[in-house]
């Protein structure tokens, strides 16, 4: 699986951004999608997940009903809709692939800075 991210940039709290990953390769219904993020000078956290087959989705609190990740099964894509955003979700974002039943994520596409201005 390859994946490529898309749409980082620099916006004003309270303003939206939407995020693309693009995934090629096969079976890609046999894994989950995760976005990620890592804030300067932290951990690298999660974000949400959606699997491809169910489009089950799971979020993390701090982005809960702020952000919404979604699939789009013919374009190949996984997005991440981030509203009401806060200067806190200044990262770099990375989205990446597990096999579904595993905890490991073994693809990651390259990170897409996000900035948030107070």
């Known amino acids: 699986v390859q994946l490529q991210a898309s749409g980082g940039g620099l916006v004003q709290a309270g303003g939206s951004l939407r995020l693309s990953c693009a995934a090629s390769?096969?079976?890609?219904?046999?894994?989950?999608m995760g976005w990620f993020r890592q804030a300067p000078g932290k951990e690298r956290e999660f974000v949400a997940t959606i699997s491809w087959r169910a489009g089950s989705t799971n979020y993390a609190g701090s982005v809960k009903g702020r952000f919404t990740i979604a699939r789009d099964n013919v374009k190949k894509e996984v997005s991440l809709q981030m509203n009401s955003l806060k200067p806190e979700d200044t990262a770099v974002y990375y989205c990446?692939?597990?096999?579904?039943?595993?905890?490991?994520?073994?693809?990651w596409g390259q990170g897409t800075l996000v900035t948030v201005s107070s």
């Open positions: 990446a692939s597990r096999i579904a039943g595993s905890t490991e994520y073994d693809y």
């Open positions: 390769g096969r079976r890609l219904d046999s894994y989950v």
